[in-house]
């Protein structure tokens, strides 16, 4: 943080669903003034193109034991360091997800808006990028794997 407290964050790769107001509150405080936050939810696919070319009815989600909530961490603390934020939750799910469920949140509590919505856009898109978490789409007739380590 700017003002050289020390932010406090919370991360973890959840199995259970995740709990958005739980995570605005986390991210909320009597010194915060804005709170810049992003839901990734199981999208209803039917009238886009997949990765395999079919609809998706559900996301299954896999991730490394212990690397992933450790990345999470320091994806959280290097945007503390980078903006003035106080308070950041970053959770994202593992297991079966079906249309419409969260899938991953990130909470960026700042005094300001711009440091807020700046970390958490800058959270949403480290995390998809270098966590070792694995989306596997769900259709009628199957699945695939999806990425690059898939």
Same mark, same amino acid.
């Given at each position: 943080?700017?003002?050289?407290?020390?932010?406090?964050?919370?991360?973890?790769?959840?199995?259970?669903?995740?709990?958005?107001?739980?995570?605005?509150?986390?991210?909320?405080?009597?010194?915060?003034?804005?709170?810049?936050?992003?839901?990734?939810?199981?999208?209803?696919?039917?009238?886009?193109?997949?990765?395999?070319?079919?609809? !998706? /009815?559900?996301?299954?989600?896999?991730? =490394?034991?212990?690397? %992933?909530?450790?990345?999470? +961490?320091? @994806?959280?603390?290097?945007?503390?360091?980078?903006?003035?934020?106080?308070?950041?939750?970053?959770?994202?799910?593992?297991?079966?997800?079906?249309?419409?469920?969260?899938? !991953? /949140?990130?909470?960026?509590?700042?005094? =300001?808006?711009?440091? %807020?919505?700046?970390?958490? +856009?800058? @959270?949403?898109?480290?995390?998809?990028?270098?966590?070792?978490?694995?989306?596997?789409?769900?259709?009628?007739?199957?699945?695939?794997?999806?990425?690059?380590?898939?």
């Amino acid at each position: 943080m700017a003002n050289g407290e020390e932010a406090v964050i919370a991360v973890a790769v959840s199995e259970t669903p995740l709990d958005i107001a739980d995570a605005i509150a986390g991210a909320s405080g009597p010194d915060i003034g804005g709170v810049g936050m992003f839901v990734g939810t199981v999208r209803d696919s039917s009238s886009v193109e997949t990765n395999a070319g079919k609809p !998706v /009815v559900a996301l299954d989600y896999d991730s =490394h034991p212990s690397l %992933a909530e450790q990345r999470l +961490r320091e @994806i959280a603390f290097e945007a503390t360091t980078k903006w003035d934020v106080g308070k950041v939750v970053a959770i994202h799910r593992t297991g079966h997800c079906e249309l419409g469920e969260p899938t !991953v /949140v990130v909470a960026c509590g700042a005094p =300001h808006r711009g440091d %807020a919505l700046e970390a958490c +856009r800058w @959270i949403i898109d480290t995390i998809k990028s270098t966590v070792p978490i694995w989306k596997r789409e769900a259709y009628a007739d199957g699945s695939s794997w999806v990425g690059d380590n898939a």
